[in-house]
């Protein structure tokens, strides 16, 4: 039976077992003189407890797999309910504050500037599908996406611009750039031109976005104030809304800046890496 409970093949526990069947039947035929009647169905034991205990062994390895399936399916459900609860609760914050000081400002006296006041009121829009757990409906094509990430901004009141020649060549690369690349990239640039806006002193800001080899590429100028990196501690939104996001899809970002010399934030993602990635996750 302990052979039968040690191997996991059948033929390695029948040939096993026969050893010590050999074993018996010589010295019970030779030493001991008993009969072949007797002989032949003791030893047919040792097969037949092996072969129990082998089949037994198995059920407990099967009963095992089951068991430790289902308790990671449960802590995976587990898991699951309690980032739904969470998002939930975030929800509801979301709604209760944030989404309803938006409405009243696109709808109150207090904003007069019409630019500004329909970007309110955007962003209102735009908070309530989330709230509501509606599905994007940002457009497909890359080029679609940056033209409509640059006219949020010049709705808000930077005024962004990215060359034609280069948002017709992204229109060439739809099939080439893997879309957690471009989510990755594009989230990335939007918090660079939020920067850009809260930080810089300007109200302008340069946009590219190209192919380079096996990544996509990104770079946002501006001619503002600079700062002196080695002097200002990263803000959340670079720190995670960039450099974060970035290295989740193993891209890079690189801010290079003087005080009075303006800003540039060049930002990296490999294709390749977004395409592991997503295999990974998927």
Request: proline share 6%; hydrophobic share 45%.
């Amino acid at each position: 039976m302990g052979i039968g409970l040690a191997y996991r093949s059948p033929l390695t526990v029948l040939v096993v077992a026969a050893m010590p069947l050999a074993a018996y039947a010589t010295s019970a035929a030779r030493y001991l003189r008993e009969p072949a009647w007797n002989i032949v169905p003791n030893s047919a034991t040792y097969l037949a407890n092996a072969l129990l205990a082998w089949a037994l062994a198995q059920l407990l390895r099967r009963t095992a797999r089951r068991i430790d399936d289902l308790t990671a399916r449960t802590a995976r459900h587990e898991r699951d309910l309690a980032t739904a609860q969470e998002r939930a609760r975030h929800a509801r914050l979301l709604h209760d504050r944030s989404l309803q000081t938006l409405e009243m400002l696109s709808r109150g006296p207090w904003i007069t500037d019409p630019r500004l006041r329909d970007h309110v009121a955007a962003e209102a829009s735009w908070l309530r599908g989330l709230v509501r757990g509606d599905p994007p409906t940002a457009p497909d094509g890359i080029a679609e996406r940056v033209q409509e990430l640059v006219r949020r901004h010049i709705r808000a009141g930077l005024a962004v611009t990215i060359p034609d020649r280069q948002l017709r060549q992204l229109a060439d690369l739809d099939d080439r750039v893997p879309p957690l690349a471009l989510e990755a990239l594009l989230g990335a640039v939007d918090e660079a031109l939020t920067n850009v806006a809260k930080h810089s002193g300007v109200t302008s800001a340069v946009l590219t976005v190209d192919l380079d080899g096996d990544a996509i590429r990104a770079s946002v100028v501006d001619h503002g104030r600079g700062f002196d990196p080695a002097s200002c501690a990263p803000n959340f939104g670079m720190a995670h809304s960039i450099h974060g996001r970035l290295a989740a899809v193993r891209g890079t970002s690189v801010v290079h800046t003087r005080p009075g010399l303006g800003t540039q934030v060049d930002l990296t993602v490999p294709l390749a890496a977004t395409r592991e990635t997503r295999g990974v996750t998927g």
